[in-house]
């Protein structure tokens, strides 16, 4: 019998090593699993309290709200069939009653009465308390029906109702923090911080749906490796796609890229004292800007300069020549820096975070930029519980966010824009802006559609000149997929990251 | 006995120090995290709702209070629950550290597997080729950063061969082979760095164990070179090694941090880092209660093995 040698042994070792490694580790796509990429492991799921992007959207699969949008942003019926105004001036909702909630209960008006008794209760940490403690009265004539009485006239309440802060959940759910939903997928199995799967809710009544009966949800944090978990087959779609990487997703015929340019980033100010106290300062460092080179350097170019008020393009409150009111122009800078009584300009602290890299970036490009026309600003990098930290608390003299609207109206805006409200880490603190605040409150309440657009320009005219922000640059947020899933869409603007309720209806073609 | 009471008493002493000064400093920090929570993704929360929230979280104790609770839980064992979602903190850490364990111990393997023989035989060699490009090669090794390596072999092995996933996790009770491959890439990644220390340790040792008079005489005696290599040299190398090893087995509890979070490995360092953005105080506090505890656990047992490598170690 022929004795194998050491050489024998070790070739046959590589050979099988070889047949092995040869055939692909990873696993295939299975018809009825989507693995999705998610960017972050949600805080919590606690409908309505507002822990991120990522944890809405698992909240927008396992419940549903009012309303929802179609894949070309326009609203869209969830809960409800119709929505209209009454003769009174109240918000008055018909409900979609074949729904089911996940214990097979029926859906009602009750549920609505009562999720939005939960959110604008005394204790509640709710995300739009505020807004449903705008409410008067709630109505229910019978079970299909809900009148809101609004305690002041306001148009955009239905853009409230689809949030994905604004869950509606059972009137009998005996835990408020984890209440029963009737969205298309319930969770059948999760790993805190490792993966979260979903599972086609037994009772989902809309007919079809949800196309993948399971949505295996992964957490990358790492953005490269979510996308290198894209091109490797690991999962079939990833949000959050990382702009450095872009180009490579459009280059690969197996992988599809939605984007959309909907967050932005801005510059606030302390405006409890000099000198960003005065409007002309704040002015100075909008026009001293080149926008460009945050797009480029901080994006890879997969964005767009920012140069007023961040309205997006398309809409019916977006202007040609008020989207450049605050555009790159040095010597006008340094003119207002001169006019507010700083020829020479002056010292200055700039407030970013390093944990996240657009951050820095662009507030790198910004100190360049200030610096160029007189404004030395002193860098200051944190980790983000320490940005949030010393921006609610006033403690920075300018800063560098990144922030998206609530939804395209320019009354999404009020988040950022509406330094009346109480301090946050995303609005300018104690910024005086009287007639923008004053003309989002206007706009609001008006319900002539004409008259709107006209009110929200003017906003626009005067918040470029009070300044209550600078807007800096569009970032495009971007999904990536493997080219045969099918169903899914990309909400423009600030819809985009509501995208995720759109996942019902994405399956592997 | 008493040298064993000694030392658990210490240990136990330097896990409370760590704990109050952790506690302490997650404190005096900025970042609040009833602030952090509500502003995840950029938004800006109702100055209400923080305020309630901290009540509800019980960060609106004086400090003394919380560190008084938080004592008083340790003395139960018990470790709280993340602030974030409610979760116990023990059960987190019991799900996590065998993982984290099992890394560690996998690149200590591939360390050893790699070291030990390179170092044995670069030093029988010394001087020559092979002598020459294994330092070469450990160099490099050192040098590499975790993060850097870790993106390469996924770069080359995911993205380019697609052989391996690009990284994640597949529990050993749900397949092993998935399992062992989704573990080989992060562990040759902690391992990468003990492997040239294990090699450089091992080098010195057995070219410091080849001069003495024992291998002289056993060279003497007629034994084969090899016989004479694996019984009085390499045994005798071993002890250093083996200390080495130990105490960097304990550095390589740090060193996952990043390798799991660049694999998408869930071990310890996921929620860790998770906890520290979010100010999860009792989190924090747990995990590096655990990665204390773990590491003089370590030094504890790479004391005793010493000493069995070594019996004159016991005997003085």
Same mark, same amino acid.
């Given at each position: ?101 996940? !214990? ?62 604004? %869950? ?59 996308? %290198? ?40 100010? !302390? ?26 350097? %901080? ?194 603007? %600030? ?15 | ?316």
């Amino acid at each position: 019998m022929h004795t194998p040698t050491r050489r024998t042994v070790l070739a046959s070792l590589a050979g099988l090593a070889s047949l092995r490694l040869a055939e692909p580790a990873v696993a295939a796509p299975q018809p009825g699993l989507l693995r999705y990429g998610l960017a972050a492991w949600p805080p919590n799921l606690r409908p309505w309290v507002s822990t991120g992007a990522a944890a809405g959207t698992v909240k927008m699969l396992l419940h549903r709200r009012l309303l929802g949008f179609d894949d070309k942003g326009e609203l869209r019926g969830e809960l409800a069939r119709e929505w209209k105004l009454d003769a009174d001036g109240a918000w008055v909702f018909t409900l979609n009653t074949d729904a089911l909630f996940h !214990n097979g209960e029926a859906f009602t008006s009750a549920d609505v009465k009562w999720t939005i008794e939960q959110v604008a209760a005394e204790r509640s940490t709710a995300y739009y308390r505020a807004q449903m403690q705008q409410i008067d009265r709630i109505e229910t004539p019978d079970a299909a029906t809900v009148r809101l009485v609004m305690k002041e006239p306001l148009a955009t309440v239905p853009q409230w109702f689809t949030n994905y802060n604004m %869950a509606i959940a059972w009137h009998g759910s005996p835990d408020v923090n984890d209440p029963v939903g009737c969205g298309p997928y319930a969770i059948a199995a999760q790993e805190r911080g490792t993966f979260l799967e979903l599972r086609a809710a037994p009772h989902y009544w809309r007919p079809g749906l949800p196309k993948t009966r399971t949505l295996r949800m992964v957490i990358y944090a790492d953005e490269n490796l979510r996308l %290198a978990a894209l091109q490797s087959g690991d999962v079939d779609m990833i949000e959050y796609v990382p702009w450095s990487g872009m180009a490579a997703v459009e280059a690969d015929p197996n992988l599809r890229l939605l984007t959309q340019n909907g967050p932005f980033m801005d510059l606030l100010f !302390n405006g409890t004292r000099p000198p960003f106290n005065d409007p002309r300062v704040r002015r100075a460092c909008a026009h001293a800007v080149k926008r460009e080179d945050i797009v480029r350097v %901080a994006f890879f170019g997969r964005g767009a300069p920012l140069e007023g008020v961040p309205i997006v393009e398309g809409t019916p409150w977006w202007d040609a020549e008020l989207s450049k009111g605050w555009n790159y122009d040095p010597d006008r800078a340094r003119a207002l820096l001169a006019e507010a009584g700083f020829p020479n300009g002056f010292s200055t602290t700039l407030l970013s975070t390093s944990q996240f890299g657009m951050h820095q970036s662009t507030a790198e490009i910004v100190q360049q930029y200030l610096a160029a026309v007189g404004i030395q600003a002193e860098l200051k990098l944190t980790d983000w519980s320490t940005r949030v930290s010393l921006g609610i608390r006033g403690q920075y003299d300018i800063a560098v966010h990144g922030v998206s609207a609530d939804f395209n109206d320019p009354d999404g805006l009020t988040v950022v824009l509406d330094t009346s409200l109480s301090a946050a880490h995303g609005r300018s603190f104690g910024v005086q802006a009287p007639r923008t605040v004053a003309l989002l409150a206007k706009g609001r309440a008006e319900f002539d559609q004409a008259k709107r657009v006209e009110i929200y320009k003017d906003m626009q005219r005067a918040a470029l000149e009070e300044v209550p922000m600078v807007g800096l640059a569009w970032r495009a947020q971007g999904y990536a997929m493997q080219a045969s899933l099918q169903g899914f869409a990309n909400l423009p603007g %600030a819809l985009s990251t509501s995208s995720g309720a759109l996942l019902e209806f994405t399956g592997l073609g | 006995m008493l040298w064993l009471l000694r030392r658990l008493g210490t240990s136990l002493l330097l896990m409370w120090v760590v704990a109050t000064i952790v506690f302490m400093a997650l404190h005096v920090v900025p970042g609040d995290p009833a602030e952090v929570l509500l502003s995840t993704g950029g938004t800006s929360p109702d100055a209400y709702a923080v305020a309630e929230l901290r009540t509800q979280l019980g960060l609106d104790l004086p400090l003394s209070v919380q560190y008084g609770r938080f004592l008083a839980g340790l003395t139960r064992g018990d470790l709280g629950v993340s602030l974030v979602d409610d979760y116990p903190v023990a059960q987190e850490i019991m799900l996590r550290l065998p993982r984290t364990l099992e890394l560690i111990l996998a690149g200590s393997l591939i360390a050893v597997a790699i070291g030990l023989p390179t170092g044995t035989l670069a030093a029988v060699r010394h001087g020559g080729g092979f002598d020459r490009g294994a330092g070469a090669v450990a160099a490099v090794l050192q040098s590499v950063p975790v993060f850097v390596l870790g993106t390469l072999l996924i770069l080359v092995f995911a993205q380019w061969l697609r052989w391996m996933p690009a990284g994640g996790f597949v529990p050993a009770s749900q397949g092993l082979g998935q399992h062992l491959l989704l573990l080989s890439l992060p562990a040759l990644a902690v391992g990468k760095g003990l492997a040239a220390v294990v090699y450089r340790m091992t080098r010195a040792s057995v070219l410091d164990a080849l001069s003495r008079d024992h291998v002289r005489t056993a060279r003497a005696k007629g034994l084969t070179p090899r016989r004479v290599l694996a019984r009085h040299v390499v045994r005798n190398a071993l002890s250093p090694v083996a200390t080495v090893l130990g105490l960097h087995m304990g550095a390589l509890l740090g060193g996952t941090v990043l390798v799991e979070y660049v694999f998408n490995w869930p071990g310890l360092s996921t929620p860790l880092l998770r906890a520290v953005e979010a100010r999860d105080y009792p989190m924090v506090v747990g995990i590096i209660l655990t990665v204390s505890a773990l590491f003089l656990l370590i030094n504890l047992a790479m004391d005793f093995l010493y000493a069995a490598l070594d019996p004159r170690i016991l005997r003085s």
